[in-house]
Structure formats: structure tokens, C-alpha cells
């Protein structure tokens, strides 16, 4: 099972890359996931207002919108939202097909 990163942890969210999007409003991600990890002012580029990160020993996903540049925007009416992993991760032991899983079954219900 993947946990929640609770503390701003830059290093975990590192080099991950885009894999899938979900579609769903940031409301039920906040209501299924909590908080999200990181927030607009956490963006050093402003290409990302809202990203949760899972991990599980060095496997790595997020969820976050991409190239939104506005919170309010994102928060009302935003509703693909991309999710991405650690590349070297990606492809080893059913790693996209379980975080999938667990993200449909955990945010979509």
C-alpha cells in the first residue's frame, strides 16, 4: 500500500514523469486523498498549483494538474489530472497497473 508523503519533501517527487490522467475535480481528490502535498506557493514555476505524492519504499507517484497557472481554476473546474511515477519504476513488476488500481479504486471508489 502506498502512504501519503506527509512533509514537503521536494527529493520524492523528483524525476517523476507523466504516465496516465484520471479524470475527477480537485474536491473529491481533496475529500478521498486530504490535503494535497503541495500547494501553488510550493510551485517554482507555477506549472503545478495542487500535486499529492504516494510512495512505498522508493516507488514514487503523483497526482497534480499540469499548466493550470490558477488555483481558483484548477480548484472549480479541473478535471483531468495527470498522474506520473518515477520512469525506472514505471515499467518494473506491474508497478503502473497497481498504482492505477489502487488510485481508481481510491479516488474514483
Not at 510551485?43 to 498549483?49: I, L, P, Q, T, Y
Not at 483531468?80 to 514505471?90: E, F, I, R, Y
Request: aromatic fraction near 14%; charged fraction near 30%; proline fraction near 2%.
Amino acid at each position: 500500500m502506498y502512504k501519503k508523503l506527509t512533509e514537503k519533501d521536494y527529493g520524492k517527487a523528483d524525476g517523476t514523469h507523466f504516465l496516465t490522467t484520471i479524470d475527477t475535480k480537485y474536491r473529491d481528490l481533496l475529500g478521498k486523498l486530504g490535503a494535497p502535498t503541495f500547494e501553488p506557493e510550493d510551485s517554482g514555476d507555477g506549472k503545478v498549483m495542487y500535486e499529492w505524492v504516494f510512495y512505498n519504499d522508493d516507488e514514487v507517484f503523483t497526482i497534480y494538474d499540469w499548466k493550470t497557472y490558477d488555483a481558483q481554476t484548477t480548484r472549480e473546474e479541473y478535471t483531468s489530472w495527470h498522474v506520473g511515477g518515477k520512469a525506472g519504476v514505471l515499467e518494473v513488476n506491474g508497478f503502473t497497473s497497481q498504482v492505477l488500481d489502487e488510485i481508481r479504486h481510491t479516488v474514483l471508489g
